[in-house]
């Protein structure tokens, strides 16, 4: 968590609760109590009116606000229904933060509009992921950022085996699955894998390379195009 966002997340539960320990900041941000005393210290020091000692607790002054968020009762629907798909049919740290950010667009709504947010009547259950499929997503999403090569062993729809070494460049929910777009090197194009025909998964030391021709942008534009050409050609 970046500092910034820390020191965010302290003035939310500050003004959440009417007292906070330093232990109890430390369990909720997962970071030291050291960490939290210097981080109330640099909120003092920055105006912030937080009122405590080490030790004892800490309680945000009454009349200390953030400027607030100003949304629609319908983007609040939209962001809310997003988060909860997202705690539904991600990977744990997606979920996690998932509902950080929904406490975050809480606490920072007026009043009139925080009811809300728990009030709304859209929800995504996920009791149909595959837990092996949930387990894969954080892999894969790390191996996207950091450009880690993969390797798996897959099934196709007709019951076909094969084991390839890919490049995972995107991840895609269709309402039921998860599918990853890869440049596979079995194949030497392009390839959608559905998460939950996989096998065995193994993220690779190795980096593949921000090659032309071998991109999610370039993926795109092929998509782009045939889906063009399709239409152009008419029935």
Request: proline fraction near 5%.
């Amino acid at each position: 968590m970046r500092r910034a966002d820390r020191l965010f997340r302290v003035i939310q539960v500050l003004r959440r609760k009417h007292v906070v320990t330093a232990a109890m900041l430390a369990r909720d941000l997962e970071v030291s109590e050291r960490t939290i005393y210097r981080d109330i210290r640099d909120l003092v020091i920055s105006g912030v009116p937080i009122d405590g000692e080490a030790g004892v607790g800490y309680t945000l002054r009454r009349g200390f606000d953030l400027p607030p968020l100003m949304f629609t009762s319908d983007e609040l629907a939209a962001l809310v229904l997003g988060a909860r798909v997202v705690a539904s049919w991600g990977d744990q740290e997606l979920a996690k933060s998932a509902q950080k950010a929904i406490e975050r667009v809480e606490a920072a709504v007026p009043l009139a509009l925080r009811e809300r947010v728990n009030a709304t009547p859209m929800f995504a259950p996920g009791f149909h992921v595959p837990p092996g499929v949930v387990d894969r997503l954080s892999d894969l999403r790390r191996a996207i950022e950091e450009r880690n090569k993969a390797w798996m062993s897959y099934t196709d729809p007709k019951g076909n085996h094969t084991e390839r070494t890919i490049w995972p460049l995107g991840l895609f929910f269709w309402g039921k699955t998860w599918t990853l777009t890869a440049w596979c090197e079995l194949r030497d194009d392009f390839r959608d894998f559905r998460l939950d025909r996989v096998g065995e998964m193994q993220i690779l030391a190795d980096l593949y390379p921000k090659e032309e021709g071998k991109t999610l942008e370039e993926f795109f534009r092929r998509v782009e195009a045939e889906a063009a050409n399709e239409e152009n050609a008419g029935p």
